[in-house]
């Protein structure tokens, strides 16, 4: 295979598992697609509890200052979170949703824009897309990415189901955040170590928790906002590993 080939099978098969969910979820009746979607935002905070499991390992406390492990996480999520909020990424994501709704000619009234932000964070947020992208540049394998495939496959056609043509749109931001890390790989190597994904996955975890909350209609958390905390987190980590 081809350096990339893992990230254009993960782009078709989001796109094609939302396909099929789109067809599925038109021939269903509205209190199925809402319990679809309380489904969703429980699978999602389990997703979420999985991707939070590195904060009580020994690799990622031992590799930080005493009492920093969470502050780490706190500081990240605090600094991504002004400089996001400074941007207005929430709006702009929103924004682009509604451009690529008006594209697609999907309905006004639809879910198009929430179904292609709640997608787009799911399908990036994890040690996978990272990991799997690094190792496609390098040519090492796609192991990882074909995966991370079946995953979003079954993921991106539940999504869809229930939220619309947005998840299929979701592709794009998938395809260019993990082309970025594929030639990342490619030219530097490895470029995190282990302690910096974990932090990346710990601040991906809260994200996917919010998530999960919007979906359950508890709490909605301007996500886009925070997106910055995911490239601070293992700068940050990166830089209080040296007083370790």
């Known amino acids: 295979m081809f350096i990339g080939s893992g990230t254009v099978i993960n782009v078709v098969t989001i796109v094609g598992g939302a396909g099929l969910g789109v067809i599925i979820g038109g021939r269903m009746p509205e209190r199925m697609r809402a319990l679809i979607t309380d489904i969703l935002g429980l699978i999602t905070i389990l997703g979420a509890a999985t991707a939070l499991a590195p904060i009580a390992s020994d690799r990622y406390i031992d590799s930080l200052p005493q009492g920093w492990p969470l502050l780490a996480i706190l500081a990240s999520l605090l600094i991504g979170g002004v400089i996001g909020s400074a941007l207005d990424l929430e709006r702009k994501l929103e924004g682009f949703g509604h451009f690529l709704r008006r594209r697609f000619k999907a309905e006004k009234d639809g879910t198009f824009v929430e179904g292609f932000l709640a997608s787009s964070l799911l399908f990036v947020i994890g040690p996978l897309a990272i990991l799997g992208s690094i190792s496609d540049g390098m040519g090492t394998g796609t192991d990882q990415l074909i995966l991370k495939s079946s ?9 869809a189901a229930s939220l619309g043509w947005g998840v299929a749109a979701s592709a794009i931001p998938v395809g260019i955040y993990q ?12 470029v995190l170590s282990d302690y910096q994904v974990d932090a990346m996955t710990i ?18 958390i301007a996500i886009g906002n925070l997106l910055p905390a995911l490239a601070i987190a293992p700068v940050l980590v990166g830089v209080l590993h040296q007083f370790a």
């Open 151 to 159: 995953l979003d496959f079954f993921a991106a056609m539940a999504f």
């Open 179 to 190: 082309g970025l890390w594929t030639v990342a790989g490619f030219a530097l190597g490895s």
């Open 203 to 220: 601040v991906g975890g809260l994200m996917l928790l919010s998530i999960g909350l919007g979906l359950l209609k508890i709490k909605t």
